[in-house]
Nanobody
Framework: QVQLVESGGGLVQAGGSLRLSCAAS????????MGWFRQAPGKERELVAYINWSGATDYADSVKGRFTVSRDNAKNTVSLQMNTLNPEDTAVYYC???????????????????WGQGTQVTVSS
């Protein structure tokens, strides 16, 4: 049974930072394609960051230079470091995984078989 558990969300002022973590069980993050998505009220779920088995990463244009995705193979976790947050970053953030080592269409939610429950990030102005 695969479980993804996000943590680290909360309320932060604009310009601040948060670090989200996704603890995985039932899958090995070092051999999977992993994604961080977010969904704001009234909006579709969108990809924020992606990391594949080789460690290659990609980011949404809106977060490039501010967010960093990383992986701790020993702890079987994937993290999202978020800096210089702004109110537009307010959303529920989800961790997603697929057993395939890499995905071509990694921005599509349908490509991922496993999802966490989400963690709320709220950025105040």
């Amino acid at each position: 049974q695969v479980q993804l558990v996000e943590s680290g969300g909360g309320l932060v002022q604009a310009g601040g930072s948060l670090r989200l973590s996704c603890a995985a069980s039932g899958v090995t993050v070092s051999s999977c394609a992993m994604g961080w998505f977010r969904q704001a009220p009234g909006k579709e779920r969108e990809l924020v960051a992606y990391i594949n088995w080789s460690g290659a990463t990609d980011y949404a244009d809106s977060v490039k230079g501010r967010f960093t995705v990383s992986r701790d193979n020993a702890k079987n976790t994937v993290s999202l470091q978020m800096n210089t947050l702004n109110p537009e970053d307010t959303a529920v953030y989800y961790c997603a995984a697929d057993r395939r080592p890499l995905l071509v269409r990694y921005s599509y939610t349908s490509q991922y078989n496993y999802w966490g429950q989400g963690t709320q990030v709220t950025v105040s102005s």
